[in-house]
Nanobody, 128 residues
Framework: QVQLEEAGGGSVQAEGSLTLSCVAS????????MGWFRQAPGKEREGVAS????????YYADSVKGRFTISHDNAKNTVYLQMNSLKPEDTGKYYC?????????????????????WGQGTQVTVSS
C-alpha cells in the first residue's frame, strides 16, 4: 500500500505561481511513476504531468507545457508540481497519483487511470 498526501494548493491571481507537493509513504518504493491530474467542476478529468522516476523522463499536457514543471526528490519520496503563469482555467482539484508500470504507461496523460494510488487532492483556485 502507498499513501499519498498532497499540499500546497490555494488561491492565487492569474499569472501567479504555486508549488504542489505530494509525499509518498508506505510501500512507496514500489512506485516508479508519479504524476498529477486535475478535476474541475463540469470538466473532464485531465492528466497534467507525470514523471518516470528511474529515468527522470516527464510528460506534460499541452495545456500546461512551458508553465508547469514536475520533479521528484528521491530522498524525501516527494513529487512536486511547480506551476507558473497560472490561468483561471487551471482552477480545479489537483490529485497526486503513483503506480508501478512501464514508461509508456507513465508518460501519458492518462497514467492515473491505470491501477495505482491517488491522494485526496488539493484545491487550486486561480482568479482573473
Amino acid at each position: 500500500q502507498v499513501q499519498l498526501e498532497e499540499a500546497g494548493g490555494g488561491s492565487v491571481q492569474a499569472e501567479g505561481s504555486l508549488t504542489l507537493s505530494c509525499v509518498a509513504s508506505g510501500d512507496s518504493y514500489s512506485s516508479n511513476c508519479m504524476g498529477w491530474f486535475r478535476q474541475a467542476p463540469g470538466k473532464e478529468r485531465e492528466g497534467v504531468a507525470s514523471i518516470y522516476i528511474g529515468s527522470g523522463s516527464t510528460y506534460y499536457a499541452d495545456s500546461v507545457k512551458g508553465r508547469f514543471t514536475i520533479s521528484h526528490d528521491n530522498a524525501k519520496n516527494t513529487v512536486y508540481l511547480q506551476m507558473n503563469s497560472l490561468k483561471p482555467e487551471d482552477t480545479g482539484k489537483y490529485y497526486c497519483a503513483a503506480r508501478q508500470g512501464n514508461w509508456w504507461s507513465c508518460l501519458t496523460g492518462n497514467m492515473y487511470t491505470y491501477p495505482g494510488y491517488w491522494g485526496q487532492g488539493t484545491q487550486v483556485t486561480v482568479s482573473s
